[in-house]
């Protein structure tokens, strides 16, 4: 089972808005609203931003939001700051037996 | 506060076997369902098995069926993965991570990770 697909990276500078893609299939992202974003720094464990394709746990900042169309998720991330530097992975339940496929991770540069 | 702690990580010789430990608390363990992610040097998130709270429920990647074993003691707020059989490529740290929701697969909380070799 293919992993879904991410950019290798995407870059912004302070304060402007960028969106990342994660990019499946109807047996995973397309056909179920269980997408989720993770947000990880180097050296440390991923943080979850955003679930089930939309919703944010409690403390993330509402500078991130989730969005699907169709086999594709989006994450934008407004008012970009320095600290929301680092890799971002895209998760979603597939109905394949491998259960649970992650993206290969986009690395968010600021400028 | 929320905390998984991850433990058992080290060198081991390829065909070897390994038991990872996750030692939980702050939260009610017996009603969360639980996964074990991986992360080779350098690469990608993988998921690597999935347990339900009253372990009515186990999965696995294919990539490790047959030699790795989730399981779980809610007397003790642990979760285990024996691996078995281990080959280089299975080099990765493995974090345990908590289901916000049952069956939903996000991912709330995730321990430190603890950091398996397989090398000769």
């Known amino acids: 089972q293919s992993a879904l697909t991410q950019p290798a990276s995407v870059s912004g500078s302070p304060g402007q808005s960028i969106t990342m893609s994660c990019t499946g299939t109807?047996?995973?992202?397309?056909?179920?609203?269980?997408v989720s974003w993770y947000q990880q720094h180097p050296g440390k464990a991923p943080k979850l931003m955003i679930y089930?394709?939309?919703n944010r746990p409690s403390g993330v900042s509402n500078r991130f939001s989730g969005s699907k169309s169709g086999n594709t998720a989006s994450l934008t991330i407004s008012g970009l700051q320095a600290e929301d530097e680092a890799d971002y992975y895209c998760?979603?339940?597939?109905?394949?037996?491998?259960?649970?496929?992650f993206g290969g991770g986009t690395k968010l540069t600021v400028l | 506060e929320v905390q998984l702690v991850e433990s058992g990580g080290g060198l081991v010789k390829p065909g070897g076997s390994l038991r990872l430990s996750c030692a939980a608390s702050?939260?009610?363990?017996?009603?969360?369902?639980i996964n074990w992610v991986r992360q080779a040097p350098g690469k990608g998130l993988e998921w690597v098995s999935s347990?339900?709270?009253?372990?009515?429920?186990?999965y696995y990647a294919d990539s490790v069926k047959g030699r790795f074993t989730i399981s779980r003691d809610n007397a003790k707020n642990s979760l285990y993965l024996q691996m078995n059989s281990l080959r280089a490529e299975d080099t990765a740290v493995y974090y345990c991570?908590?289901?916000?929701?049952?069956?939903?697969?996000?991912?709330?909380?995730w321990g430190q990770g603890t950091l398996v070799t397989v090398s000769s």
């Open positions: 347990i339900t709270s009253s372990n009515s429920y186990i």
């Open positions: 089930d394709v939309s």
């Open positions: 998760s979603s339940y597939t109905s394949t037996s491998t259960l649970v496929l």
């Open positions: 702050g939260f009610t363990f017996s009603t969360y369902s």
């Open positions: 109807s047996s995973d992202v397309g056909g179920y609203n269980y």
């Open positions: 991570a908590r289901d916000l929701l049952a069956h939903h697969y996000n991912f709330d909380y």
